[in-house]
T-cell receptor
Framework: GAVVSQHPSWVICKSGTSVKIECRSL??????MFWYRQFPKQSLMLMATSNEGSKATYEQGVEKDKFLINHASLTLSTLTVTSAHPEDSSFYIC???????????????FGEGSRLTVL | GIQVEQSPPDLILQEGANSTLRCNFSDSVNNLQWFHQNPWGQLINLFY???GTKQNGRLSATTVATERYSLLYISSSQTTDSGVYFCAVEEEGGGNKLTFGTGTQLKVEL
């Protein structure tokens, strides 16, 4: 299947700093990527849809100024957690669909995830 | 938005046992996927199954879209099957995004 890679896998930062997480599609071009957030022992919740060359679409309740998303190329989307606080500590995971395969499968593939701990 | 409920929430099995995990959803869907989340958090694609039945080794899945449910069967379970199983659906007209179910935490013991 399609390969999606995230970096870093884990990051620890001090409160008040900003952290950038990268999501790359390695063997296909993705016009759309999705960012999810998962708290311990809970399900994945969609945060936003990242659109190449345009603004991201945020889900209700997600602060767009807090979670900056940039999708500057067809293979890279970034999520920046600005002025991070301990409550932002979570597992962040991105996903993408190979558009050339969508007509056949519609299957979404996920990155490895990034575990953020804010001290 | 669409609601996706999974049952049971927790399951403990002896190695070698069989199990059935259920996913109910509240509205019509375009797509449905099953995932296994390993202890490191990575989501492993198990099935893309908006309808019908598929099998892959000891795993199989069935989706009855008209009745809004899907089942994941695990046969001859192994300790490596432990983890959390999620179903996720793409709601019709939902913009190609997946909504995840509540998950089933599976533990397989020797």
């Amino acid at each position: 299947g399609a390969v999606v890679s995230q970096h870093p896998s884990w990051v620890i930062c001090k409160s008040g700093t900003s952290v950038k997480i990268e999501c790359r599609s390695l063997d296909f071009q993705a016009t759309t990527m999705f960012w999810y957030r998962q708290f311990p022992k809970q399900s994945l919740m969609l945060m936003a849809t990242s659109n190449e060359g345009s603004k991201a679409t945020y889900e209700q309740g997600v602060e767009k100024d807090k979670f900056l998303i940039n999708h500057a190329s067809l293979t890279l989307s970034t999520l920046t957690v600005t002025s991070a606080h301990p409550e932002d500590s979570s597992f962040y995971i991105c996903s993408a669909r190979d558009p050339t395969a969508y007509a056949n499968t519609g299957e979404l593939f996920f990155g490895e995830g990034s575990r953020l701990t804010v001290l | 938005g669409i609601q996706v409920e999974q049952s049971p929430p927790d399951l403990i099995l002896q190695e070698g046992a069989n199990s059935t995990l259920r996913c109910n959803f509240s509205d019509s869907v375009n797509n449905l996927q099953w995932f296994h989340q390993n202890p490191w958090g990575q989501l492993i694609n198990l099935f893309y199954i908006p309808s019908g039945t598929k099998q892959n080794g000891r795993l199989s899945a069935t989706t009855v879209a008209t009745e809004r449910y899907s089942l994941l069967y695990i046969s001859s379970s192994q300790t490596t099957d432990s983890g959390v199983y999620f179903c996720a659906v793409e709601e019709e007209g939902g913009g190609n995004k997946l909504t995840f179910g509540t998950g089933t935490q599976l533990k397989v013991e020797l």
